[in-house]
């Protein structure tokens, strides 16, 4: 027979619509237009839409179900990253490396159309699309990040472990990711390397 000795979690019972919306979400955060500093390559075109939109436009969203701490628990959550385009760069989101940078995550695409972007620190780099019903598993040591090539919101359902944390930075002192998402015509979207892009730094890292 199994004895505990701390109370057990209890089942939540969840609701995930396609327009990102989470029944029973634990916490919602947003991330404006003016919070987005440095992130796209063409500093003009995003100062431009600073400038005549309001500081509290919305451009991305998320909602998220935890219920413990530590290993052995799963965050689970919708990311709603609404359309755009920063001189010929689609709007993303900042991305991340888990801090316990072996924890893997898997994305659901529930609606919309995006990429996932995704870097090793070593070099390699790669480029998923996702539409409505595909998926990506992202293994751990992948850096990763979302992208809306789209005209509608891109939608996507996450899963990972609520130990791994995440960290923002790695991105941000490297200069960007390798490569950026941009417009392509008829083609739709295409990458093309990012100029600013430094490396990673490994010391950052776990």
Same mark, same amino acid.
């Given at each position: 027979m199994l004895h505990t000795q701390h109370p057990v979690d209890q089942p939540t019972l969840l609701e995930v619509f396609a327009t990102g919306d989470l029944t029973g979400s634990s916490?919602?955060? $947003?991330?404006?237009?003016?919070?987005?500093?440095?992130?796209?390559? =063409? #500093? &003009?075109?995003w100062s431009q839409q600073v400038s005549t939109a309001a &500081?509290?436009?919305?451009?991305? %969203?998320?909602? $998220? *179900?935890?219920?413990?701490?530590? %290993?052995? &628990?799963? @965050? @689970?959550?919708? =990311?709603?990253?609404?359309p755009g385009t920063y001189g010929d760069e689609y709007a993303v989101t900042r991305g991340h490396l888990h801090t316990t940078s072996d924890r893997? #995550?898997?994305?659901?695409?529930? %609606?919309?159309?995006?990429?996932?972007?995704?870097?090793?620190?070593?070099?390699? =780099? *790669?480029? @998923? #699309?996702?539409? &409505?019903?595909?998926?990506?598993?992202?293994?751990? *040591?992948?850096?990763?990040? %979302?992208?809306n090539v789209g005209t509608e919101p891109f939608v996507t359902l996450f899963c990972y472990s609520a130990d791994a944390g995440q960290n923002y930075g790695i991105i941000s002192d490297a200069g960007g990711m390798k490569t950026l998402v941009v417009h392509d015509g008829d083609a739709g979207w295409t990458t093309i390397p990012n100029p600013r892009h430094i490396g990673y730094t490994r010391g950052q890292t776990s």
């Open positions: 916490r919602r955060y $947003e991330k404006h237009i003016t919070d987005m500093a440095g992130v796209y390559l =063409s #500093e &003009a075109s &500081a509290d436009t919305l451009v991305y %969203s998320v909602n $998220e *179900q935890k219920y413990q701490d530590g %290993s052995g &628990a799963l @965050i @689970i959550g919708t =990311s709603t990253v609404l893997a #995550e898997l994305y659901y695409c529930l %609606s919309g159309k995006g990429v996932m972007l995704l870097d090793t620190v070593d070099g390699d =780099s *790669q480029a @998923i #699309e996702l539409t &409505a019903g595909k998926a990506v598993n992202v293994p751990g *040591q992948w850096v990763h990040r %979302s992208v």
